[in-house]
């Protein structure tokens, strides 16, 4: 059973930077479409950043290309998200995902089966 927990969230004004960390343990395939996604209350999740475990492919949405990066540290088990020029509109509750079966950018809400509880961010203007 694969666990996920992130951290890292916090309040910044518009214009600065976070960096969310999502650790995850009992991992049991070799690869994994992990997936940073953030919500706010009344709207559907959405897809802020995917990355395909042990290769070189992500995906980001359009409105974070250029501002937010995704990365996996093996040293620590993590994946993180650094998140610069950071805007209100990027307020959300973020969440981490684990999806064994597809790859960016094929890897949607519905196809993630693995779940954290969250991490709130708040960008004041």
């Known amino acids: 059973q694969v666990q996920l927990q992130e951290s890292g969230g916090g309040s910044v004004q518009a214009g600065g930077s976070l960096r969310l960390s999502c650790a995850g343990s009992g991992y049991t395939y070799r690869h994994y479409c992990m997936g940073w996604f953030r919500q706010t209350p009344g709207a559907e999740r959405e897809r802020v950043a995917l990355l395909y475990t042990g290769a070189n492919s992500t995906y980001y949405a359009d409105s974070v290309k250029g501002r937010f990066t995704i990365s996996e540290d093996n040293a620590k088990n993590t994946v993180d998200l650094q998140m610069n020029s950071l805007k209100p509109e990027d307020t959300g509750t973020y969440y981490c995902?684990?999806?064994?079966?597809?790859?960016?950018?094929?890897?949607?809400?519905?196809?993630?089966?693995?779940w954290g509880q969250g991490t709130q961010v708040t960008v004041s203007s």
């Open positions: 995902a684990a999806d064994p079966t597809h790859r960016p950018p094929y890897c949607y809400a519905a196809d993630f089966k693995y």
